[in-house]
């Protein structure tokens, strides 16, 4: 069971002369950037950044520095002393100090070892049939522990986004993307490596011979192999016909039909879910999930299994199994030391107790002005959307009419919810161990998140998200944005900061973030976030057609010696670009506003520089344009730009006026 999040972020993490090749090198991969900088004209990120990039350094166990890691420590070192703070007096301060004191009892989690891992192997190893296979998945074990092979969790309804429904997703996969095992990539090779490493690790503790280890790997790997060729990839899974490919409603008698030989409806009756709305992601899968339940493939079903349990026991259990997962680590994304422990402590409380943690967070740190001050950047941008949809030429009066209608029902949430979930049911005993809390976790999360949200209607003043992430998010199916407490501080928003610097930093957040309503998403879903396209068919084609052309625009560049992936990044360069338009909009109401100053703001929120092994996987799996590229591809897109540092024809930033390919 799995808790699904639907947002779009604004993270996680040439052109030029006509059909040339990239013109700027890859200057995210640490120590790329040498002494002598690049003239402002030809590289403005390299430019403006250049005595960050070329001074950054990773920390202990970091892939990555940027603007979003120093925020990011910033709230974890205030974190870290909450965590220990006994003036905290309330259940949440409890829950929070007593798990990190967990997290770090290296001498407890020595003593208890693998806990009841060897116990809960049995029960898959034992398993002599497919029934027996079957009532497996029927047992807590198997829904709490997540040791599935068809997953599930709860979902906005896409028709009736004010009801949540029942998500049914495809198998987990270890390499995370179906495409790597048709043709695996170098991302897909370290992946596997680190995947396999941690296994056979694991198995070894259980007691197996390198042998048999290997044996049980494989086998799970053919598992995977099998199940992956129905399942979609991770380009289509973010192409925009995804939406509507992958909501495919059913009852819970037509799932009994179509999963006849996967019992999957007893399964999910045996756990008491029973959804008024079911959706199914993608059909082709279950149907190739039922073709290979059978008795041949009993044991690799199993080892499959067995190796997805054995993975998720390696951060909570003895110290020996931790420092071999740091190792691998490290290897993975070639960085040299590990994170220390009280940092990676703080991290899992936090990303295990994100609703206490942001509360005690945001009483202490959170100036209740801020969100005066913020509420009104997003008024102002509000306010010129409306002017710019209206402008448009290509959009139709119906179209424009109907995006400025979404624009007046989008909800706007600055900082932190007035509401918060209760976790006064949870209870950790301290003088149990890291494990037992885990336990305690996924039962307590799967009532609250789960089972307390099946067959209800949505509560908007309840947030899914975690407020002290540094991040900001639209949800199409709320038709919201939310531009949270963790996102406001740094370079992109201090209240002593000039009017420009505050546009060019949380401004262009908050412009992006509104334009996802009115990209090939968000076309999808109308103003109360139910599926329905609300633009006429000729103006969706022709936003396609403008799409089309930035999708060239970046396959075009060549990135470490690769075409770049234009259509996975599309959507959020279109909302990069949208951002800084709203924001330039807004300037032109102000006399004497300092161009040089914003554009200088924006490259440095996105200063950025990774290990080449992590840069590889942005490059794979990210829908986000690498931060160089957020600069440069974006910036030159606009006159404003061209005016402001008199670019010329000839210079690196320059891009013909007919090659531009900015959406908006
Ligand atoms: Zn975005």
């Known amino acids: 069971m799995r808790i699904i999040k639907l ?19 890859n200057s995210n991969i640490i120590g790329s950037v040498k002494d002598y900088s690049p003239k402002l004209t030809d590289d403005f990120y390299v430019n403006v950044n250049h005595e960050w990039l070329l001074n ?168 995977e192999k099998a199940i992956s060729e129905s399942m979609m990839t991770v380009d289509e899974l973010n192409a925009p016909e995804a939406i509507k ?32 709305l079911i959706c199914l992601e993608q059909p082709k899968w279950l149907e190739a999930l039922n073709a290979l339940y059978t008795p041949d493939n009993l044991e690799n079903i199993k080892a499959y299994l067995l190796c997805k349990l054995a993975e998720s026991y390696i951060t909570i259990t003895d110290e020996p199994a931790y420092r071999e997962y740091q190792r691998l680590s490290r290897e993975r994304y070639g960085i040299k030391e590990s994170r220390p422990d009280d940092e990676t402590a703080v991290n899992f409380v936090h990303s295990n107790l994100s609703v206490p943690v942001s509360k005690i967070y945001v009483s202490r740190y959170v100036p209740a002005e801020c969100k005066r001050e913020i509420t009104e950047i997003i008024n102002d941008t509000v306010k010129y959307y409306r002017e710019m949809l209206a402008s448009e030429e290509w959009l139709s009066e119906s179209t424009k009419q109907k995006a400025i209608e979404k624009l007046n029902a989008m909800r706007l949430n600055v900082a932190y919810p007035d509401k918060w979930r209760d976790f006064s049911g949870l209870k950790f005993d301290s003088e149990k161990t890291l494990i037992d809390a885990v336990k305690e976790l996924q039962r307590f999360n799967t009532q609250k998140y789960f089972y307390e949200r099946l067959n209800t209607r949505v509560d908007h003043d309840l947030w899914i998200e975690d407020v002290v992430a540094v991040n900001a998010y639209y949800s199409p199916m709320q038709n919201s944005i939310k531009i949270i407490a963790g996102i406001l501080g740094g370079d992109f928003y201090n209240s002593d900061m000039t009017y420009e610097e505050k546009l060019g930093g949380i401004g262009i957040v908050i412009g992006h973030e509104i334009s996802h309503a009115f990209d090939t998403s968000g076309a999808q879903f109308d103003k109360n976030g139910s599926m329905k396209d609300w633009w006429t068919e000729e103006d969706y084609k022709k936003f396609q057609e403008r799409a089309d052309k930035l999708i060239k625009y970046f396959s075009n560049m060549k990135v470490n010696g690769e075409n770049y992936n234009g259509a996975l990044v599309q959507t959020e360069s279109i909302a990069d670009m949208a951002g800084i338009k709203a924001m330039l909009g807004i300037a032109e109401g102000h006399a004497n506003f300092d161009y040089d100053k914003f554009f200088r703001q924006y490259a440095r929120i996105w200063k950025s520089a990774s290990t080449p092994e992590f840069v590889d996987r942005l490059i794979k799996m990210d829908v986000h344009a690498l931060a160089f590229l957020r600069v440069n591809a974006i910036v030159q897109q606009y006159e404003k730009f061209y005016e402001t540092y008199k670019i010329q024809k000839g210079a690196g930033m320059y891009l013909a006026p007919d090659e531009r390919v900015a959406v908006w």
């Open 245 to 276: 490919k992958m909501y495919n409603p059913v009852t819970m008698q037509e799932l009994r039909q179509k999963s006849k030989v996967f019992p999957f409806a007893d399964i999910l009756e045996a756990h008491k879910v029973n959804s008024k």
């Open 56 to 223: 950054a350094k990773l920390k202990p166990g970091r892939v990555r520095t940027s603007l979003f890691n120093e925020l990011q420590d910033i709230i974890d070192e205030r974190l870290k002393a909450l965590m220990t703070d006994e003036t905290v007096k309330d259940h949440d301060g409890e829950l929070v100090r007593t798990l990190y004191a967990l997290w770090l009892d290296w001498d407890s989690r020595n003593a208890e070892g693998l806990g009841d891992l060897n116990t809960q192997a049995m029960k898959i190893t034992g398993i002599k049939n497919i029934d027996e296979l079957s009532a497996y998945f029927k047992t807590k074990d198997s829904f709490y522990n997540d040791i599935v092979i068809a997953d599930y969790g709860i979902g906005y309804d896409n028709i009736d986004s004010e009801a949540y429904n029942l998500e049914i997703l495809a198998t987990g996969l270890s390499l995370g993307d179906s495409a790597e095992y048709r043709k695996m990539t170098s991302n897909g090779e370290r992946t596997k490596k680190m995947h396999d490493g941690m296994v056979m690790y694991m198995l070894r503790r259980l007691g197996y011979d390198e042998a048999e280890a290997k044996r049980l790997l494989d086998s799970a790997f053919e598992f």
């Open 7 to 25: 947002f779009i972020l604004i993270v996680i993490s040439m052109l030029t002369f006509s059909s040339q090749a990239l013109a700027w090198p």
